[in-house]
């Protein structure tokens, strides 16, 4: 069975007072059985001798066998936290190694506790946020006009069906930048997107027509923001229309 670390010290400092006590004995029976002073004295000097170099090592090996034992339990603990702090709440931890030590089975359990909670509220979290995901996505898959989310850099992060059955190059593996269109009205479209995303402006209301004047399209963009202000990335909604049908 495992002691734990109090058990150890215990145990330690137990053999120490027993080493104190033999040497206490010892110099006893010299006392008792020793026939002159010469003799007496050589056997206290030698008992004195062995029992200060004896007691020295064993103090040595205590003072330095307390502080690993208690680096390596707490690095153990500091390891979790660290793995925790870092967002893993999947850590298997084996509680039944400290179970002989109530003070950091007591620690471990509660580290333990903690991990089943924030797992499952990360979990739940997860869940919420692909459910708001898959609405928004849905909404925007419905609308007629076409909807564009782009980085800052012009990497497509999402397009919805109406652009991808207008434009069946553009996915979310494409860069606005490396487009290339055979007609002028497609080019104008994302020649202003992205020229929104290098100057950092938002597009209201941008409209035009093709050469012909038989479609027009109508673009609106904002330019998406984290907390520090800094651009991120955009949303662009392009409405074309079709002029000849609409005469």
Not at 156 to 185: A, G, P, Q
Request: charged share 25%.
């Amino acid at each position: 069975m495992k002691r734990s670390l109090k058990s150890r010290y215990h145990l330690l400092i137990t053999i120490l007072l027993g080493i104190v006590v033999l040497q206490a004995m010892l110099m006893l029976i010299s006392l008792s059985t020793s026939t002159n002073l010469r003799d007496l004295v050589s056997d206290m000097q030698s008992i004195i001798i062995i029992f200060t170099f004896v007691i020295f090592v064993y103090v040595v090996v205590i003072y330095n066998y307390i502080p690993y034992r208690l680096r390596k339990t707490f690095k153990e603990v500091g390891g979790i936290i660290e793995d925790i702090s870092h967002g893993k709440y999947n850590i298997d931890i084996d509680s039944s190694t400290h179970d002989q030590d109530s003070d950091i089975q007591e620690l471990i359990l509660a580290l333990q506790r903690m991990l089943n909670i924030l797992f499952r509220f990360d979990q739940v979290k997860s869940d919420k946020i692909f459910e708001h995901h898959q609405r928004i996505q849905q909404l925007i898959n419905m609308m007629k006009q076409s909807v564009l989310i782009t980085s800052i850099s012009g990497d497509i992060i999402y397009c919805n069906d109406s652009i991808r059955r207008r434009w069946t190059m553009i996915s979310e593996r494409v860069n606005l930048n490396e487009l290339i269109f055979k007609h002028d009205f497609n080019e104008r479209i994302f020649s202003t997107m992205t020229d929104a995303l290098r100057f950092g402006n938002s597009l209201v209301d941008v409209g035009f027509e093709d050469a012909e004047g038989k479609q027009s399209a109508l673009i609106n963009g904002s330019i998406i923001r984290n907390r520090k202000g800094a651009a991120t990335g955009s949303v662009f909604i392009v409405d074309i229309r079709d002029n000849a049908k609409q005469n």
